[in-house]
């Protein structure tokens, strides 16, 4: 996030687009709420399903899924012809936009509309002015904006709105990632990524691999070459290129596109090591397993979504003869002929600080005490509730002319419904913690797909009957569940389901920038099941 | 701020318009009784434990009465504390509360009252109604109204922070009781298992399915941590009994939470000490697991790495790093496959 989930009180109108906050990031979906429902703040809600946000919704666009970007393009070229947009702010502080002005030309009202499935295309208007005249407005999106062939260039378009209406730098403001992971953001920031150290600083510098040359005191020649993402890995394995790999607390088989290709390239592989808490679907794979101690047993600290660094204490004493996993990878480190002397998670966190600059100025001791969130380049630092203040942090904001480009898979007579995939209030990820978790199983015991009455009625399937969603890449059996939540001709399905698995249908095609898979888009059919 | 000067309990003390006396003498450390009220809610001024006496004349519901300035307030006298007893004497009467049989004992609000005020056994003036007891239907949250003192905090709690409005009052006068949206078992109603207005009640009205039988309050432990589930960083008190056993998670008022849970962080803590659990390291020995000491499984790890590293290059291993782990070992985790392996091959589930 830009901001801080502090300023939400802040902020006088909310677009969420591609986020089911109220059930993937329910704290912040009860705070957004409160200002909606309470301080009766303006709200538009962009998904292509009829999300819990979009009862309290001004105006709730249900966009067929992968038209982000024409939806966008479409709120930007309303505000621009109708003059809405922060003149001042953006010709002092952002440049590209005459291009963006060019390409937004022709995302009219209509033609957006025709794109997104939207029957009436003064909506779009009528959001756009919303948007417009509350100031500040934040933008809050989740997976629903990213997991697209064209999720970097929906990001982009997240960031010119809120760069045309003024809205970056400032509080209550901002484009607002809502990150899935408890420390998916520290991961990033650690650079547990295939192209960037520590701190997004690129491996391709030999700068930086003299920098990290010297800090690590190696003396390996440290690749400048990017390394593979999780699924280039996989198709690496298959095509025998990748012989081994090493899995730290991730379940790649329930949580990769494609499932029936991510178990060809396990089985492919000559060694897999896996480090995690419980048997996963994963470790079954694996020629080692390692146990790794779970949340409650560890300390270290964690980054939040709004770049909040916070500080884990143990609470529980370990299981049976697990290790922290920081111990472990020492361990192997050592025998491996690298003398790494970590004594604990706050040694490992000096060492963080220096070579990684956003960290420098936290401490263990501070976050005892204090809020911080990165960057925090020294210790007498406050840290930063909210990026780009002034000016950006790359100088003038990059507004980029981006066009709309269709998903990978469209539907055809063979395959004529849309699937799109998610989460639920009740489960998390792949089930390894929130289905091993009582009351939370108890709740929500089996997988389901959304259907809309409308396909419903077309394929005579009744509420709770058993059908079988397919696409080109597998089949299950599931339970309907037929709501008007979905858009019609849209189905939903959880992905927290082994037995159910929706990853057995969804494709891997990925963004070519950043290698995402396009989770949230293919086509299916939905089969009765005669018994 | 406009500030204002004021007396309480004959301390000359500052506060800015628009506070509360009940604010203003909780940020200088003076308690004034309460139940109703709770900071993050809107003030309700139902309960009138925390009468005061204003200027030496009037008495005033502290959570609600805003400061003037030259205000003098004294918050105990001989007057209010028999005022005061007397209103924990007819909350008593009206209910059930015995602290023998209740999971709160011990961190129950209106029994420390109680104890402060030597409030005696009642009298038995009211009848005592028997008042909803839904212990079963609800996954997560009890429910024993015979112990609910009619506070609304758990009204309040659903409908302005949880913002689900599951909670409200029917009935009037002495037949007032909560419900569950119209009249529902709670399992059946709109709640989201939020949790929030078990934390936020006074008495143990509203309880978790985690907390009975696991031990009486004054043995538990407390230590915070942070959720382990999606992105917002809740902070978490987890609080353990003797053994060692989670016992309940509580939202902790200082994280960006703002001591708000959702359904997983408030339940979702179990797993950790499943019986699924792995405990020892596992080797396959023709493709079944067998269980391996730690030399074993970190000798052949290493060697293995080593072999594949020098016959097909150290671009030939890939790790995936983790978005569960902390900082320190997703750094550890990079740091190995780079300055160990010789490699940039490792991602995370950052996409997934």
């Known amino acids: 996030m830009t901001n801080s989930i502090r300023e939400i009180p802040l902020s006088e109108a909310f677009l969420v687009i591609g986020s089911n906050t109220t059930e993937n990031h329910p704290v912040i979906g009860s705070m957004i709420k409160r200002e909606v429902i309470r301080n009766k703040k303006k709200l538009v809600v962009v998904d292509p399903r009829r999300i819990e946000l979009a009862k309290y919704a001004d105006v709730f666009l249900q966009i067929k899924p992968g038209t982000n970007i024409a939806i966008l393009n479409g709120l930007a070229h309303v505000i621009l012809k109708e003059k809405l947009y922060n003149a001042e702010y953006v010709s002092g502080r952002c440049e590209g936009f005459e291009e963006l002005k060019k390409t937004l030309e022709k995302y009219t009202p209509e033609h957006v509309a025709a794109i997104c499935g939207l029957d009436d295309p003064s909506l779009i208007a009528k959001a756009a002015r919303i948007l417009a005249e509350a100031k500040p407005m ?182 049976g003869d697990s290790r922290e996993d920081w111990l472990i990878l020492t361990q192997l480190a050592n025998r491996m002929g690298v003398p790494w002397e970590y004594g604990s998670a706050r040694e490992i966190f000096d060492e963080i600080r220096k070579v990684t600059p956003s960290y420098a100025g936290i401490t263990y001791e501070r976050l005892e005490k204090e809020l911080i969130q990165w960057p925090c380049p ?65 709740t929500v015991n089996e997988n389901f797909v959304e259907i809309n009455p409308n396909e419903a009625s077309n394929y005579n399937i009744k509420d709770g009957e058993l059908v079988s969603v397919s696409t080109r890449r597998g089949s299950i059996r599931i339970k309907a569940r037929v709501t008007d939540r979905p858009k019609p001709n849209v189905a939903f399905i959880p992905f927290h389901f082994a037995e159910a698995a929706a990853n057995k249908l969804t494709i891997d095609a990925l963004d070519p920038t950043c290698k995402i898979p396009e989770y949230k888009v293919c086509a299916c059919k939905i089969e009765k099941i005669n018994m | ?207 978790f399915q985690t907390v ?27 609080y353990t009994n003797k053994e060692g056993q989670l016992v309940k998670a509580i939202g902790n008022e200082n994280g960006p939470n703002e001591g708000h849970l ?22 396959k020995k023709n493709g079944k697991f067998e269980e391996a000491s730690w030399d074993e499984a970190l000798d052949l790890v290493s060697s293995k790495l080593t072999e594949i590293k020098s016959k097909s290059g150290p671009d030939s291993i890939m790790a995936f790093s983790s978005a569960k782990c902390t900082n320190e070992e997703n750094y550890l985790m990079q740091k190995f496959m780079r300055a160990v392996i010789g490699t940039n091959n490792v991602d995370h589930c950052a996409r997934l």
């Open chain 2, 1 to 207: 701020m406009e500030s204002i000067q004021l007396t309480i309990n004959g301390k000359q003390l500052a506060g800015h318009r628009g506070q509360t006396i009940l604010e203003v003498a909780g940020e200088n450390n003076i308690d004034i009784p309460h139940l109703c009220y709770h900071p993050r809610i809107s003030k309700t001024g139902a309960c009138r434990i925390c009468l005061v006496r204003v200027n030496g004349t009037m008495l005033k519901t502290a959570c609600t009465e805003p400061v003037i300035a030259d205000m003098d307030v004294v918050t105990e006298d001989a007057e209010i504390s028999q005022i005061r007893t007397g209103l924990l004497e007819m909350l008593l009467s009206e209910g059930c509360h015995n602290c023998l049989y209740c999971e709160w004992n011990g961190e129950c609000e209106l029994q420390r009252l109680c104890q402060k005020y030597d409030v005696q056994e009642p009298s038995g003036v009211f009848k005592n109604r028997e008042r909803t007891v839904d212990t079963e239907s609800s996954n997560g949250l009890r429910r024993n109204e015979n112990r609910c003192i009619l506070c609304g905090r758990c009204v309040k709690a659903c409908g302005e922070i949880q913002m689900q409005g599951v909670w409200n009052f029917t009935g009037r006068g002495s037949s007032t009781t909560l419900t569950s949206d119209m009249f529902a078992k709670l399992g059946d109603s709109s709640c989201v298992m939020c949790g929030t207005c078990v934390q936020l009640c006074p008495t143990g009205a509203l309880s």
């Open chain 1, 378 to 442: 020294n210790e007498g630092h406050p840290g930063t509730q909210y990026l780009h203040r002034e000016k950006f942090s790359r100088g003038l904001g990059l507004m980029s002319a981006i066009e709309y480009t269709p998903p990978a898979e469209d539907v055809d007579p063979e395959y004529p419904v849309i699937l799109t995939t998610g989460r639920i209030l009740e489960h998390f990820h792949t089930g390894t913690m929130s289905r091993n978790s009582r009351i939370l199983e108890k």
């Open chain 2, 262 to 283: 959702c359904v997983k962080g408030r339940f979702g803590f179990d797993f950790v000490q499943s019986d699924k659990r792995l405990t020892k390291p596992l080797i």
């Open chain 1, 138 to 319: 934040a933008l809050y999106y989740c997976m629903g904006i990213t997991q697209f062939k064209s999720g970097v260039n929906g990001v982009k378009c997240c960031a010119n709105l809120q760069m045309l209406l003024g809205n970056i730098g400032i509080a209550g403001g901002g484009v607002n990632p809502l990150r899935g992971q408890s420390n998916v953001q520290g991961a990033c920031d650690m650079g547990a990524l295939n192209a960037v150290y520590p701190a997004y600083q690129p491996v391709a510098s030999e700068d930086n691999k003299a920098k990290f040359r010297e800090a690590w005191k190696t003396a390996l020649d440290l690749s400048v070459k990017p390394g593979l993402t999780i699924v280039e890995a996989l198709n690496g394995a298959i095509a025998g290129d990748v012989k081994a790999l090493y899995v730290l607390g991730e379940n790649p088989v329930m949580s990769d596109p494609n499932q029936h290709h991510v178990i060809e390239a396990m089985e492919k592989l000559d060694f897999v090591v896996v480090q995690d808490i419980m048997m996963t679907e994963t470790a079954q794979y694996a020629d080692v397993v390692f146990p790794g101690y779970a949340f409650l047993e560890k300390e270290g600290t964690v980054s939040n979504t709004e770049r909040r660094v916070q500080l884990m204490h143990r609470v529980v004493e370990p299981a």
């Open chain 2, 212 to 238: 009975l039988g696991r031990g009486q309050a004054w043995d538990l432990k407390k230590e915070t941590s942070v959720c382990i589930y999606c992105g917002v960083g809740c902070q978490i008190d987890f």
